[in-house]
């Protein structure tokens, strides 16, 4: 896990990317511990409303940005549906507003903090040092198919002039190689999409269902953006595997029951 440290602040562990901090950007990727929903039991839930009271969610959040030393920042979040859509957020005022439907925020506005929710899904976050933007992305397998970090790259290019030269990447915990399953029509999917798609897939199986690689795609996505290779910071942590400490949407059965939501968050203070 070169890159990242974990950092223990008042009960709750935060990840936090190194080289993203060490170029003035506020950074985290949150864990599951020292919360107050019962999901099971002291879970900092920090997201998914339907499922948790309202409350526990809002003093999880207060607790996470506080560890944070941005308790008077703007958080800004995003209703996620696995498209890859971007929010360019303009300014305070807009960063206040209700979330609206996409899969990527984007800004250059100090002390607000972007933020992805996941319980699986990989969350990437983009810092720009010349120009000072950033960017949170949502990345499923049908937001990595359909592109959302290369349009987040893009839309930075548009909104910032930013050069993908300069920008940093850090993959926050998401569900690994090792145990994400899907069904051949997923596989097909990809294959049809990416030329390098052999190398995303393990562990084929009789029935037509393999092993997807949803880092190893971002990465790839990333490089042919123009970011570089070694400006790209994969945490490797899996949910799925490190369930004591992560959120797993698929592990604890999310179809059936509450599953708490991860948050990673990116922001600067001037």
């Known amino acids: 896990m070169e890159h990242f440290s974990f950092r223990n602040v008042n009960n709750l562990r935060l990840l936090v ?13 949150s864990t599951r511990l020292g919360g107050v929903s019962p999901l ?9 409303f339907r499922q948790d009271e309202r409350e526990n ?8 940005l506080a560890a944070l030393d941005a308790a008077d920042w703007t958080l800004v979040t995003a209703k996620q549906f696995h498209s890859a859509d971007v929010r360019f957020i303009n300014g305070v005022e807009d960063a206040r507003t209700e979330p609206t439907p996409c899969d990527a925020l984007t800004a250059d506005t100090p002390r607000i903090l972007l933020a992805v929710q996941t319980a699986d899904c990989l969350p990437i976050l983009i810092a720009d040092e010349r120009s000072g ?9 049908r937001g990595t198919l359909a592109g959302i970090v290369a349009r987040t790259v893009e839309r930075m ?12 990447a850090a993959l926050g915990p998401a569900i690994s190689a090792a145990v994400f399953e899907v069904g051949p029509e997923v596989l097909l999917e990809f294959k049809n999409r990416f030329g390098y798609a052999e190398e995303l897939i393990s562990d084929p199986q009789p029935n037509g269902k393999g092993h997807l690689n949803l880092n190893l ?14 400006r ?3 945490s490797a942590l899996c949910t799925w595997l490190r369930n004591d400490l992560f959120f797993s949407f698929r592990r604890e059965r999310g179809n059936e029951k509450p599953v ?3 948050m990673g968050v990116i922001g600067r203070e001037i």
């Open 17 to 29: 990317c190194d080289p993203i901090e060490r170029i003035g950007f506020k950074n985290a990727f």
């Open 40 to 48: 099971p039991s002291q879970a900092l839930s920090l997201g998914n």
């Open 57 to 64: 969610v809002l003093e999880n959040r207060r607790r996470f």
């Open 133 to 141: 933007a950033f960017s949170a992305a949502h990345a499923g397998w």
């Open 157 to 168: 290019q548009q909104e910032y002039g930013s050069r993908p030269e300069d920008m940093h």
């Open 217 to 230: 795609a971002n990465v790839r996505r990333l490089i042919d953006c123009g970011v570089r290779e070694d």
């Open 232 to 234: 790209i910071y994969d």
């Open 260 to 262: 708490g939501r991860l």
